[in-house]
């Protein structure tokens, strides 16, 4: 039963991400753009201003990073990727409550990585003005998000279900 219970409360608390992040302003994702712009900028070493209700600007490179640009999405397939591979067998309520909490960290953490990853290469193609083949900018940006989130999609779940595994061994 608990694993039932802990599915539908992780599809719940997705579902209510995913219904936040639809009508997000820029100020209401603070807690996942901040930390990922300071990662962007500490890679980069480009500062980014922010604009309340906007995102975070770089007026000279004329680049954003906006809601849209927040990862959650992201978050929101990486808690469930995690959250399914540590609480499908988990039979006690504390843990899988705890195991809920860990999800949604590390999650977080994936999310963070991930999306600074992105927007790194999306930086580095914007300010090199880089085209591929006949595309535009905005086909190769969201190209180089699914070459990116993929994998590390991938590599999120395979963690998980490592880390799960050892648990139950």
Do not use: Q
């Amino acid at each position: 039963c608990v694993p039932w219970i802990t599915g539908g409360a992780a599809v719940a608390m997705a579902y209510a991400v995913k219904r936040h992040y639809s009508t997000a302003s820029a100020d209401d994702l603070e807690w996942i753009l901040r930390p990922t712009v300071a990662l962007v900028s500490g890679v980069t070493g480009v500062p980014f201003d922010r604009e309340a209700g906007v995102g975070y600007m770089n007026a000279p490179l004329r680049y954003s990073i906006v809601p849209a640009c927040a990862g959650v999405n992201f978050w929101i397939v990486a808690f469930l990727s995690i959250g399914f591979a540590f609480l499908r067998t988990e039979r006690r309520a504390g843990r899988a409550a705890f195991g809920l909490f860990a999800a949604a960290l590390g999650a977080y953490g994936a999310t963070v990585l991930a999306n600074s990853l992105r927007i790194v290469l999306a930086l580095e193609i914007h300010t090199r003005d880089l085209h591929v083949g006949g595309f535009g900018a905005d086909v190769v940006h969201r190209t180089l998000g699914v070459l990116v989130y993929v994998p590390a999609l991938f590599l999120v779940f395979e963690l998980a279900e490592r880390a799960a595994a050892r648990r139950h061994a």
